[in-house]
């Protein structure tokens, strides 16, 4: 069974980066993706993380949007306790 990327751009939840955003103690942004199996649909992450298959690709993007945005509070309120 083949792979195969759909046509959705990869998705970051934070803003483009920027210089601060570059340093070592800041992690790079999350980037999602879709990957299409068959009939199922799978949201992928830089990170390793990955979704439930699903037959929905809507309901995959929507893992993946959820995932963006759980994991760049995460780790904006990680960034913010270290700074203190």
């Known amino acids: 069974m083949c792979e195969q990327d ?3 751009p990869p ?3 934070s803003s483009p980066a920027s210089p601060k955003a570059s340093s070592p103690s800041v992690p790079p942004p999350h980037e999602t993706t ?6 199922f649909c799978t ?10 298959a699903r037959r929905s ?3 995959a993007r929507t893992d993946a949007a959820a ?3 759980t994991h760049d509070a995460t780790t904006h309120d990680a960034a913010q306790s ?3």
């Open 11 to 13: 998705t970051a939840a």
């Open 34 to 39: 879709t990957v299409e199996r068959g009939s």
């Open 57 to 59: 690709r809507d309901l």
């Open 43 to 52: 949201a992928r992450c830089t990170c390793g993380w990955f979704g439930h």
């Open 82 to 84: 270290t700074k203190n």
């Open 67 to 69: 995932h963006a945005t």
């Open 6 to 8: 759909v046509s959705d």
